[in-house]
């Protein structure tokens, strides 16, 4: 008795072994996903071994909350009358697209006019008329810009 089961325990074929492995491993595969994907705000949580599929499913999240509640309402066009709306008010994470309407090459400069340096990633440069150039708001704050052309055109993000 006991000596048949050994002869079938070895003679069990290949295939056999592949299928039990592949069970095992993709019961362990799902698990360990489980686990890890489980608590909702553990995404910001490195996990050892496990930075691979963490990112995949990290990124597509952040990117999605911004995009997703854009719409138009967080675009200020430049045109001969400045910028519209002059005071914009967001939620941190969002971006900002400005589009220039005015008819001639424009700039977004962070201000104080001339040396730009309250918030230098609103440096942001020149654009043509039908331009548009976008930054996207991290930290809450009042971030005053101008266009560095027409320096009276003047315009304010409040990121709460
Ligand atoms: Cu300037």
Do not use: C
Not at 41 to 56: L, R
Not at 80 to 94: D, M
Not at 136 to 149: A, I, Q, S, V, W
Request: aromatic content about 12%.
């Amino acid at each position: 008795m006991n000596n048949t089961e050994e002869d079938n325990y070895k003679k069990r074929p290949l295939w056999q072994w592949i299928m039990i492995y592949s069970i095992i491993g993709g019961i362990i595969y799902f698990a360990a996903y489980y686990f890890v994907l489980k608590p909702p705000h553990n995404y910001n949580i490195p996990v050892v071994g496990w930075s691979q599929p963490q990112e995949a499913v990290q990124q597509p999240i952040q990117q999605l909350t911004p995009m997703q509640n854009n719409d138009t309402k967080n675009v200020v066009i430049l045109d001969s009358s400045g910028f519209s709306p002059a005071t914009l008010t967001i939620k941190a994470g969002f971006t900002v697209i400005w589009k220039n309407n005015s008819g001639q090459s424009a700039t977004v400069n962070s201000d104080p006019h001339p040396i730009h340096t309250d918030y230098p990633p609103l440096n942001l440069g020149t654009f043509p008329n039908g331009g548009t150039l976008q930054l996207t708001f991290d930290k809450p704050g009042t971030y005053g810009y101008h266009n560095h052309l027409n320096p009276n055109e003047k315009g304010t993000i409040i990121v709460q």
